[in-house]
């Protein structure tokens, strides 16, 4: 299977205009603090700079990505940085709402396995209320023989289906913020003075 | 590092941490922003309080207190952006996608464990064996003076099974991952081992069925105090507020990279459990973390427990070796 037709999913892909006259040299001079960081190993040759990071600080302003290479592709008129950067959190978000959508599926499956049984039903009495609470004007508590506690513990899938939700949420919000912040991170580095 | 005299011990000689209210920094800013982050805590606290107090029985249950817990911690989210503590421990999506998925553990697969072999479990044993009658001596008090014991007696469990954590090692193991965090925000007391988070749960079940409306309130002193451990929000906090309640500024020392201040502050709500015992520090600190800010990966926190525990048990069984 050709991994390019899915690798979207992990890779962010992009390329930035170098000023006019900057060298590939000054670029990579320009953008090396962004690598310069605890657990980024990083090797630079004449036009490519390869980069592998390991337990990156969540400090680390890229610390959404774990490897990539860029290169300076020397145009006609002016260069272009592009790069091809990797990052097991986007792969990771991704994953997640099946693995949520995975979880309800059990949860379903389980919850046949939780019928209550007969010795779990409850002996209703009435709870007291003190008078300090009454004449503060507290609700009398419930003492009718319906227990909506009961219901509040229910195995239900509900929860994994939203969480799954969140995460596919997660990951186009993901997919496309961090591909914008890091476009610009890089401009900003290139083009300051 | 010099680090500052606490007591018998020495604090921050291995990391900042920075010791006393007085030299910690203020919130800055015009009338209205110092208003909101002096009272909001205290407001908070006291509106909860009030609510479940005054909720019709109809909508007084753990549903709506878990709807009002996301409510809160969605505000409290914005806090962190308005006014955070630290740049650095500004939230990222990686930071956000990580929490989320522990909070999302704890909602469906802890909850089940849970449901199955943990909390439930044991309180339906408890209410197997006793009776509402003999508990009536506890439900005719007051509904505050009942809120009030429970919030106390499960933080004085906590401070005990969290100061076990830090002194035996099979209790260290499965806590330690929830040391590897580098910033505080406010879904960061969910990231951890399952294996701690549900020995943490069994504290918190439902042990109190017979009492729905003062574990409601007793709840509500959790959501509204002990929330602010894991926040990066700068508040001024009250005098009062920072001498009875666990503030972020106490968690943030608890979580530094100072070894001898992580073994401070162990309460999760009431500070003054930690006066009571000597094991309070007033301060804060911005570099958190283990072995000089290491993140660890979901994978690693996952295994961590395990492949060390297994290191130790080999280490061990290779000196007795030895020895003979």
């Known amino acids: 299977m050709n991994l390019r037709f899915i690798d979207w999913i992990w890779h962010v892909r992009d390329s930035v205009e170098l000023a006019p006259g900057q060298s590939g040299e000054d670029a990579f001079d320009r953008l090396d603090p962004l690598f310069r960081q605890t657990g980024t190993t990083y090797q630079r040759t004449n036009d490519t700079l390869i980069f592998s990071k390991k337990n990156q600080a969540s400090q680390d302003k890229m610390s959404v990505f774990d490897g990539g290479a860029l290169q300076i592709d020397n145009g006609v008129g002016r260069s272009v940085l592009r790069y091809d950067l990797t990052s097991r959190a986007l792969l990771f978000c991704f994953l997640a709402a099946p693995l949520f959508l995975a979880i309800a599926q059990f949860t379903v499956v389980i919850s046949h396995f939780d019928k209550p049984t007969a010795d779990e039903e409850k002996k209703h009495t009435d709870i007291p209320m003190n008078p300090i609470d009454k004449a503060l004007g507290a609700p009398e508590p419930d003492n009718s023989k319906k227990d909506d506690a009961d219901d509040d513990k229910k195995l239900t899938p509900r929860a994994a289906y939203i969480f799954s939700g969140i995460f596919a949420t997660l990951y186009v919000v993901g997919r496309i913020l961090e591909d914008r912040l890091i476009k610009a991170r890089f401009r900003k580095s290139l083009l300051q003075a | ?324």
């Open chain 2, 1 to 324: 590092m010099d680090g500052t005299r606490v007591g018998k011990r020495m604090i921050g000689t291995q990391s900042p941490v920075t010791v006393g209210w007085e030299n910690i920094p203020k919130v800055t800013g015009g009338p209205v922003k110092l208003f909101v982050f002096t009272w909001f805590q205290p407001a908070m606290l006291f509106a909860m309080i009030a609510f479940w107090y005054y909720a019709p029985n109809s909508i007084a249950k753990a549903s709506t207190a878990v709807g009002i817990g996301i409510g809160f911690k969605v505000l409290l989210l914005g806090l962190e952006w308005v006014n955070p503590r630290y740049a650095s421990w500004r939230l990222t999506w990686k930071e956000l996608v990580t929490d989320l998925f522990y909070v999302g553990l704890g909602f469906t697969l802890l909850n089940m464990v849970s449901h199955f072999i943990g909390s439930d479990v044991m309180a339906k044993a408890i209410q197997r064996h006793f009776h509402r009658d003999e508990f009536t001596w506890f439900t005719g008090l007051p509904l505050l003076v009942q809120a009030l014991l429970i919030a106390l007696i499960f933080d004085f469990g906590q401070y005990w099974m969290h100061r076990g954590m830090h002194n035996w090692y099979p209790l260290w193991l499965p806590h330690s991952v929830h040391h590897y965090i580098t910033q505080l925000n406010i879904n960061k007391g969910a990231v951890g081992n399952p294996v701690e988070l549900f020995l943490i749960g069994l504290g918190i079940g439902g042990f109190f069925d017979f009492l729905p409306r003062a574990v409601l309130i007793s709840g509500a002193f959790g959501l509204a105090i002990g929330i602010y451990q894991h926040i990066n929000v700068r508040f001024n906090s009250p005098r009062w507020w920072r001498f009875l309640f666990n503030t972020t500024e106490h968690h943030s020392v608890h979580h530094s990279r100072d070894f001898e201040a992580t073994r401070s502050n162990f309460a999760n709500t009431f500070i003054f459990i930690d006066r009571i015992f000597g094991t309070c520090i007033d301060g804060e600190a911005e570099l958190l973390g283990m072995e000089g800010g290491r993140r660890m990966s979901i994978r690693e926190q996952m295994i961590h427990p395990f492949t060390e525990g297994w290191k130790a048990l080999k280490e061990r069984r290779a000196m007795t070796l030895s020895a003979e």
